[in-house]
């Protein structure tokens, strides 16, 4: 069988407000059952201990709900490592009530093209 690529409904704007939120809902739910908020933490645990450092700004591209990000913040959080999170996603909609959700952490939505998007560290 040979695979057709077919564009995703969150890649589009295919998709009705019901349908990217049982979508995003659906990523969530694979993130936690499959692991991506514990590796995630994981690999910034390691990365904290190899440059002896407690503080890091982490750009999520694609982001969506921001769960992945803001759920590792709230758990680095409780072992001394702060993360400034900044996460773009193509698509407003997406990024909608993400900032309010991450407790102390700072951090910031960017609506935008990831292939297009320069950031720097100030």
């Known amino acids: 069988m040979k695979r057709a690529v077919t564009a995703e409904l969150l890649d589009t704007d295919s998709g009705t407000p019901a349908e990217v939120a049982n979508s995003l809902g659906d990523l969530r739910r694979i993130n936690r059952w499959f692991g991506g908020i514990s590796t995630t933490q994981a690999m910034i645990e390691h990365v904290a201990d190899q440059v002896n450092q407690k503080s890091f700004s982490l750009l999520e591209v694609a ?10 913040a709230r758990r680095l959080r409780a072992r001394g490592i702060e993360l400034e999170i900044t996460l773009l996603d193509r698509v407003a909609s997406h990024l909608k009530g993400t900032i309010a959700t991450n407790g102390s952490s700072t951090n910031r939505a960017v609506v935008g093209d990831a292939s297009r998007a320069s950031f720097s560290r100030r």
Not at 63 to 72: E, F, H, Q
């Open 63 to 72: 982001a969506g709900s921001g769960d992945v990000p803001i759920l590792a």
